[in-house]
């Protein structure tokens, strides 16, 4: 499974909904941006103790092809030897196409199929189809890829914290650990 953030409050987040839930965090491959390549992650998730596996890509709103998307392409491409669950994108204010995404958890925990949240984990307009994340517009190449969309820790009044069990995260972990229509 991926996450596309890697700051210190998505960590934490993240950090915390994995362990909830018994998922190994890959935690080498967190930052922002992100200090691993792709065949250092793939080493990595191969030599977990435990699976599933959570990485956090970032690239810290590089323009363009970033570290954290040659990740995400990367592991995508891997199949031989991993199968990617699903990735949670996170939304923020950039100003790209996005991507359609399977799911959305609202900042409330509220699970909607088929449309996008904002970064503040509200839902958006009704004619809003796109999530716009800055590693996300390039998923939608992944037909069969589960994609679900989630606010940015941090930026939800605080309801996806770690304080708060990062429920949001976990949320969307959930979802892809079930890879099921069991959550509309």
Request: charged share 20%; glycine share 10%.
């Amino acid at each position: 499974m991926m996450v596309t953030d890697g700051d210190w409050t998505a960590r934490q987040a993240v950090k915390t909904a994995s362990h909830s839930l018994g998922l190994y965090l890959l935690k080498a491959a967190a930052g922002n941006p992100m200090p691993l390549s792709g065949p250092l992650v793939l080493k990595q998730i191969l030599q977990a103790p435990r699976e599933p596996v959570v990485v956090m890509v970032d690239d810290k709103g590089h323009k363009g092809v970033g570290a954290g998307e040659r990740v995400i392409e990367y592991l995508l491409h891997q199949s031989e030897q991993i199968e990617v669950l699903g990735v949670i994108a996170v939304a923020s204010n950039s100003r790209v196409r996005g991507a359609r995404v399977d799911y959305s958890v609202t900042a409330d925990l509220q699970v909607v199929k088929n449309h996008p949240v904002s970064k503040e984990g509200a839902l958006e307009p009704p004619r809003h189809h796109r999530l716009e994340g800055e590693r996300v517009q390039m998923l939608e190449s992944y037909t069969g890829l589960l994609v679900v969309g989630c606010g940015e820790s941090g930026k939800m009044d605080g309801l996806d914290s770690a304080n708060n069990i990062a429920e949001a995260t976990g949320k969307g972990l959930e979802i892809i650990l079930e890879g099921s229509d069991s959550f509309a």
